[in-house]
């Protein structure tokens, strides 16, 4: 947990959490990261650990604009709850958060940070809708097979 919370805190220190919020959560829930030597910092973690862990690193709950949250509303007092209510409206297993996570890896990567692949299953555009199948054409001296009669 201690190596997330340094993930965490570059990110936020190097100006990479605007814009990629909910990047981040979905790095921190289902990626694995390691250092750029193989040192390995997290293979991911639940939601309830990363909004403590957000509530402890003072994470501006403006950030959850970004996913549609509104600071106002979502348990001012209590600043772990309200995360866990953002992590929640994330979407974090979306394809706009696999999209906004691998750019987000991008930018890591010069901070010392290797991210690992989107688990198994979710991919970063919708696949095209697949045609239905043609029906066969007759040739044109033959007649369609008539329905026997019960």
């Given at each position: 947990m201690d190596g997330l919370r340094e993930l965490l805190e570059a990110a936020r220190a190097n100006g990479l959490v605007s814009g990629h919020f909910r990047g981040l959560l979905h790095i921190a829930i289902g990626r694995r990261v390691t250092k750029l030597d193989g040192t390995k910092i997290s293979?991911?973690?639940?939601?309830?650990?990363?909004?403590?862990?957000?509530?402890?690193?003072?994470?501006?709950?403006e950030y959850g604009r970004e996913v549609g949250a509104d600071p106002?509303?979502?348990s001012p007092r209590d600043r772990e709850r309200y995360w866990y209510a953002v992590i929640g409206m994330a979407g974090v297993d979306s394809s706009q958060a696999v999209a906004e996570a691998e750019k987000l890896a991008e930018a890591l990567k010069p901070l010392?940070?290797?991210?690992?692949?989107?688990?198994?299953?979710?991919?970063?555009?919708?696949p095209a809708p697949k045609e239905a199948p043609a029906t066969p054409k007759r040739p044109s001296g033959e007649e369609e097979p008539q329905k026997k009669k019960k």
């Open positions: 293979d991911g973690m639940t939601w309830r650990p990363l909004a403590a862990l957000l509530k402890t690193l003072r994470f501006d709950p106002d509303t979502l010392g940070y290797l991210v690992g692949p989107a688990p198994a299953g979710l991919r970063t555009s919708t």
